[in-house]
């Protein structure tokens, strides 16, 4: 766990922004998905989820877009 009030701003918006990053490329690796087999689709809704969370807590509409869009992403390959 980590206490948020005593990171900076900007180096939280750098994790999600590379969390972010980490979750798109994850998403585009076929061989995740194929390796996952039947479990992908719990595993598509639990990343879904989670972008979800993180989309509530946006502060920019721009952010919680990207989170959201990120979701939507997810679930479509389910």
Do not use: F
């Not at 922004?17 to 479990?39: F, K, P």
């Not at 972008?51 to 952010?63: G, K, L």
Request: hydrophobic share 45%.
């Amino acid at each position: 766990m980590y206490n948020p009030e005593l990171l900076p701003q900007a180096t939280i918006q750098w994790v999600m922004a590379q969390a972010l990053n980490e979750l798109h490329g994850y998403l585009c690796d076929i061989d995740a998905r194929n390796e996952d087999g039947q479990e992908w689709a719990q595993v598509a809704r639990t990343y879904a989820n989670l972008c979800r969370s993180v989309a509530d807590a946006a502060t920019q509409a721009a952010e919680k877009g990207a989170w959201l869009r990120l979701a939507a992403d997810y679930e479509d390959t389910i």
